[in-house]
């Protein structure tokens, strides 16, 4: 059964909203997108590229899904790190309204999202990940139903105040164990968790 990951970027203050460019998502009136890219360099390149290297599909929600489909379709180097994973690959879709996905390999998921996310982690097999990006609502919906392997959450010393948010409110208690963590040149932080049960409460009384 394939591991599933989840990979985010994130300001300081959660926000996960349009790190990609000013008209990524100005959703709820958001203007500040492309946040991350004054911090991208080349270790943030290398680590995003070998998370990839990993991948054997993807899982997606609507809205990185579009945003995804509109760009990555464009870049045809098969070699490139990012696009030759998400052009070859199968990709996953979670949609209510969307019935006929133009980007090719793709499939969209109905239905009980438990049962198809279990499904599709026997399908990938033992050999690679199951892998989300961005995603926020979707990576919610997984981290609440415990189905999420590993959450790779690159952090940008960045405060936008505003914005769609990763962790919102009223997400399932989950205490996480820290497995992995870097600093790139940039000073993004990466840090790589894996679920570890119910949080543990004490006192210092």
């Known amino acids: ?4 990951t989840v990979t985010t970027f994130l300001s300081l203050d959660g926000v996960v909203q349009g790190p990609g460019g000013p008209e990524e998502d100005t959703s709820g009136g958001f203007d500040q997108g ?16 070998n998370w990839f290297a990993q991948s054997r599909a993807f899982l ?3 809205k990185t899904y579009d945003i995804f489909a ?10 490139d790190p990012i696009a030759g994973p998400l052009n070859a690959l199968p990709k ?3 949609s209510r309204t969307l019935t006929d996905p133009q980007w090719q390999h793709s499939t969209v998921v109905g ?14 097999g033992e050999t690679g990940e199951l892998q989300v990006h961005g995603s ?3 990576v919610q919906a997984l981290l609440d139903d415990g189905l999420v392997d590993e959450l790779r959450l690159l ?21 996480l164990r820290l497995v992995e963590s870097s600093t790139t040149a940039s000073g993004i932080t990466a840090n790589v968790y894996q679920p570890a049960g119910r949080p543990q409460y004490g006192s210092f009384d």
């Not at 509109?70 to 070699?79: H, L, N, S």
């Open 60 to 62: 997606l929600g609507r």
């Open 34 to 49: 492309g946040w991350t890219v004054p911090y991208a360099d080349e270790d943030m390149g290398r680590l995003v590229s």
């Open 155 to 175: 952090t940008f010393p960045v405060v936008l105040g505003a914005g769609r948010r990763l962790l919102e409110p009223g997400r399932t208690p989950t205490a």
């Open 1 to 4: 059964m394939a591991r599933l």
């Open 92 to 94: 996953h879709v979670v």
């Open 70 to 79: 509109a760009y990555w379709p464009q870049v045809t180097d098969p070699d």
């Open 111 to 124: 239905g009980d999202l438990t049962d198809a996310v279990r499904r599709l982690k026997v399908e990938v």
């Open 136 to 138: 926020p609502t979707l």
